[in-house]
């Protein structure tokens, strides 16, 4: 244990003289580190797919999901990826030294608002070895020193990976640890990092809700979240049937595994019955689960019946469920207000959608529901950094302080204020 | 305990049912708000006298500091003050509403990234009535529901308050809940505020350091700090003598027991002999006590004896002690790199500034300085809400994460993205 306290610490020393070195490195040098740390990726590819061949040999003995065996595969191409997703974050301009504000004040002192590095950032997520890279270069194009701290099954491939990345770093003369492995699988470190006072800046959990409610409960370093998505689609009454239909289908079916896929479909009860039936079919076809009031079921008719096994009656606890899974929890509501009641008190403020064709009830919507993204007919599978065109996110933050929603470079920067004067003193 | 548990618990129930409400409530009702709110503290000026005037004997009796008595005094003018500062909010511009981006993307999806409130605010503070006024207005303003948790000594005095600002929204048909102070002394409410996960969106502690201490150690929802201020001035070897002169007195003396005042004085080493005893002097006139190291305490030379009760050898504690008391901690460094070092590993990151006539020196100061506000020619004094221009404050941020330094209404809202489309789904 108190070699655990020590390892935190000693990252968080290192990390913290790191980020002071990169808040004034010149922004040049600092996508040079971002290509020579992808050249350094692809020279140790023999080393990195070794590693994670064992890596993927010990979740399979230990009986690991296909999906997460599958996230935790690496070949020549997705190594590749990963250098090629470094070689274009090296290409964006920076977000660090941008003047956010400028005036001036009677007393002619010279305000200045400026973007600065958050300094050191600790990234805990799930066992996906390319997100090794893909933080990295995030958190060093904007400036700052990263602790890295990915899931237990990848700790091999990660270890192999951040090595390659810290020479990367270290041959074009930028201090290696800025980039930062947390080199052990003890779950213990989540908690060090979390308590890491004056030395983290900001701790991104990202991952399953056992993961994220441990750093809740323990840490005392700022904290952005990104944590479950109960997305819900409200069907209104003036609504497109086609495009509804095919708003639900996308949501939910897509890739049930994310964080904004579809979870509830509310829908207005002035066309329960003309339009549940057809959504309800297309859902079931595709082999949702539906979990269904009494209203939606009366709805559904004799397709509750032929299709039997797929529809259950829904519990509360269904409507405050994040399925992740084919199932969804159906609702029929009275009315927009009544969807609105219903998401802001049974959803997790993360992304919601109405489809309707009366503009009144769009703005309705749009106004009243208090998630970090809400759209009007339009898929909830939107609510994604590179489908909002500002390219690599290192997630998405379901908190409303500093960073809500899709959080890119800017995200990971604060500010500073600049004050230029000739001797001014107050009065 | 339990009692205090279903307190918090009802407050913060009543208070996310008004922020919901002030979410889509018209900026023209939440002016008139505002508006009645004045009209109804003024209407109230007997009655919260009256319970200010058994504060103030209650605190005198309890032998309370004359500091604290003076903060905690209130008068028909002050009173009038507090009024008037809620009409003045009342005539800004409204930060909830604005569109802070709009693009539109190559699948025809309309992006907004639009200024919604936060939500509930927690503030905690210090035992100043006026204080209770100012933050319900800037909350209110914001379109936040507040949570008022003043310092015990002013009870009778926010409570006074607080039912004269509930009038004031219930008159303009606002919930009343919308501010709302927490009725009793009881510590434990600190720290159940802190534990009101998904309740409180903010939690804004300011005060002294146990109180932040608690609240940092306990607090399971977001927090901006409103911490120590160990601020530096740094004179370099091309300074105007007179000018780091006046900038130290108004450093130190002008307002000693505040954040922005002056803790630690930082001299170059080559203007030492020359500098130091005009600066030491001019403080020790002013009643300052100076806590040196041995290479200052040469270069005052007979100054040093002249004013032997005010000399006192510096530990490497003065250097990381907010004094907020006629003290100050004195180095001489080798350079500006040296005086960046020192700062950086012994300050607060609050406020710092370089005296200097040399522009590259300055710089080089203004870049290597991770503080909220840096100064080059100025007092330390001037990192304040109203000096900046922004008007009336909640506080001056020292956390990094969504607010650094003056915090006012814009840094009480956060955003939320609304997306329009015509029926997009991902492909």
Not at 88 to 112: M, Y
Request: charged residues 20%.
């Amino acid at each position: 244990m108190s070699e655990l306290v020590q390892l935190v610490a000693r990252l968080g020393a290192q990390a913290r003289a790191a980020a002071r070195t990169l808040a004034t490195t010149p922004a040049a040098r600092i996508d040079a580190a971002l290509r020579a740390m992808a050249d350094e990726l692809l020279a140790a590819e023999t080393a990195i797919l070794a590693a994670n061949a064992l890596d993927v040999a010990a979740a399979r003995a230990n009986g690991q999901t296909a999906a997460l065996i599958d996230r935790l595969t690496l070949d020549p191409k997705r190594l590749a990826a990963c250098a090629e997703g470094l070689r274009q974050v090296a290409t964006l301009p920076h977000p660090v030294g941008e003047i956010l504000r400028e005036w001036t004040q009677p007393n002619g002192l010279k305000f200045a608002k400026v973007r600065v590095p958050l300094g050191v950032i600790g990234f805990i997520y799930e066992s996906r070895p390319n997100v090794t890279c893909d933080a990295a270069g995030l958190c060093l194009k904007s400036g700052n020193a990263v602790i890295l701290r990915g899931g237990s099954e990848a700790l091999r491939s990660n270890t192999a990976i951040a090595a390659a990345l810290s020479r990367g770093l270290a041959a074009a003369g930028l201090p290696a640890a800025a980039v930062q492995l947390v080199p052990v699988a003890d779950r213990d470190t989540v908690r060090l990092l979390g308590e890491s006072t004056g030395i983290i800046d900001l701790l991104i959990p990202r991952g399953g809700r056992g993961l994220i409610e441990t750093v809740m409960k323990t840490a005392r370093v700022p904290v952005i979240k990104h944590y479950d998505g109960i997305c819900a689609l409200y069907v209104d009454k003036a609504a497109d049937l086609a495009m509804a239909t095919a708003i639900a289908l996308n949501g939910k079916v897509q890739r049930p595994g994310v964080c904004n896929a579809l979870e509830t479909l509310l829908v207005h009860q002035d066309v329960a019955a003309t339009f549940l039936p057809k959504i309800a079919e297309a859902l079931l076809r595709a082999g949702v689960q539906l979990r269904v009031d009494d209203a939606a079921r009366a709805a559904l008719g004799s397709l509750a019946t032929t299709f039997s096994a797929l529809v259950a009656s829904a519990t509360e606890a269904d409507y405050r469920t994040e399925f992740l899974d084919l199932i969804i929890a159906v609702k029929v509501v009275a009315d927009c207000a009544a969807a609105i009641e219903h998401i802001e008190t049974h959803g997790s403020h993360h992304t919601e959608t109405i489809v309707t064709a009366d503009a009144g009830t769009a703005e309705h919507f749009l106004a009243g529901i208090d998630s970090a993204v809400v759209l009007w007919n339009a898929s909830t599978r939107f609510n994604d950094g590179y489908q909002f065109g500002f390219g690599a996110e290192i997630g998405i933050s379901t908190d409303k302080l500093h960073a809500r929603g899709p959080m890119g470079l800017e995200e990971l920067t604060s500010y500073k204020y600049i004050v230029r004067g000739t001797g001014q003193v107050r009065g």
